[in-house]
């Protein structure tokens, strides 16, 4: 279905064998892991790239490679798309959107930009109903591109991650909703800039 997505000044594309290196660089960042369990290896990084990969090639979409085309610098700055939830919780089945960026991609709104690519693409080319984002209650970087987005959060849905053991730090995640019904809002404002540096 997808391996191009453009927008304005970014690119969402299938994954290549050289963004192996640069996406190893960005997983093994304590900062852009800090909301992270642990930083990745070089294999852990390969491996979830290959992965990536393979739902795009399967489904038409996933969480496509994201790469800056027109900025201050151009290149691989991470990923960004939609993809199924892999565990069960109360929310599932589910898709959800997600996005990790490299530090040095923050705070211009790409992670916005992209990700509002990557709903049109679930929600007027897959048929999804309901999209959701997720992330560590401390994470008010991606929280704030979720509020962004036009995303809502129930405090009601707060969970406990269930890939995390009991007493984690990072166990305790919220969760953001957007319905098909709310996405003509969202297209009719269009992108907005952040108004202070940001995650995005």
């Known amino acids: 279905m997808h391996e191009r997505i453009r927008t304005p000044r970014l690119l969402l594309r299938q994954w290549r064998d050289e963004d192996l290196e640069p996406f190893a660089a960005l997983n093994a960042d304590p900062e852009v892991m800090r909301h992270f369990p642990a930083p990745l290896r070089r294999e852990e990084s390969d491996s979830l790239a290959t992965r990536l990969r ?28 939609i993809t199924p939830i892999r565990y069960e919780t109360h929310f599932t089945p589910a898709v959800e959107a997600g996005w990790r960026l490299a530090q040095w991609a923050w705070g211009s709104g790409y992670a916005s930009e992209a990700a509002r690519a990557a709903l049109r693409v679930g929600f007027e080319e897959v048929g999804l109903d309901e999209i959701v984002a997720l992330t560590a209650v401390g994470n008010l970087r991606s929280r704030s591109v979720m509020e962004r987005l036009g995303m809502r959060r129930d405090p009601s849905d707060d969970f406990e991650h269930p890939s995390l053991p009991e007493g984690h730090p990072l166990r305790p995640h919220v969760l953001y909703r957007l319905r098909r019904e709310a996405w003509a809002s969202v297209i009719e404002e269009g992108p907005q800039a952040p108004s202070r540096p940001s995650g995005d």
């Not at 490679?65 to 991470?78: I, N, Q, S, W």
């Open 54 to 81: 393979t739902e795009i090639e399967e489904r038409g979409w996933g969480l496509w490679a994201l790469e800056v085309v027109d900025g201050p610098r151009t290149g691989f700055a991470g990923f960004t798309g």
